[in-house]
C-alpha cells in the first residue's frame, strides 16, 4: 500500500513530467496550437485540480477547471497547482489512508457505466492522480509527436535515473 513517503514522491515526479511537457509544448509552436493537445493539457490540469480540491474539501468550478485558455495561462496555473496541493502533501497522514473519500463525480461515472461503483479510499486517490497523469502525458507525447515535437522522456524511472531532478517549469 501507499505510504506518505511514496506519495509524496509520486507527487514530485508528476510535478517535474508535467513540467516537462510544458518545455516541449512551448518548444514547438504548432502544440499550442493544437486542439487535441491541449485538450489533453487541460485535462491534466483539471483532473489535478478536481482531486485537490476533494482531498482538501474545496469548492472548484469544473467548468473552469477544465475550460479552454491561452497556453501561458494555462501552463501558469498548471504550475500553480503544485504550491497549492504542498501544504496537503505536507500534512498527509497515514492513519487516513484507508478513509472512504467521495467523489463528487462518482455517480455521473456509475450512470454512464451502469453499474454500482465503489468508492475509494484517500491511500488509493493518491496513487490514482499521479498514475492517470501519466496516462495522459502519455497521450500529450504521442500527440506531440504528430504534431512535429520531440516528446520528452518522463516516465517515472527516467526520472530516478536522472537523480530525481526538481521541476524546471519553462
Partial sequence: MITVALARELFRHMQWADAEIWRALLANPAATEDRKLMKIVRHIRGTQRAFLAMWTHTETDPKEAFSHREPDTLRE??????VEAEPFLARLDPSTFDEIVVMPWLPHFAEQLGRPLQAPTLGETLVQLPAHSTYHRGQANQRLREVGGQPPL????????????ESNWP
Fill in 77 to 82: 496555473a498548471a504550475r500553480a497547482y503544485y
Fill in 154 to 165: 518522463v516516465d517515472y524511472i527516467a526520472w530516478v535515473w536522472f537523480g530525481r531532478p
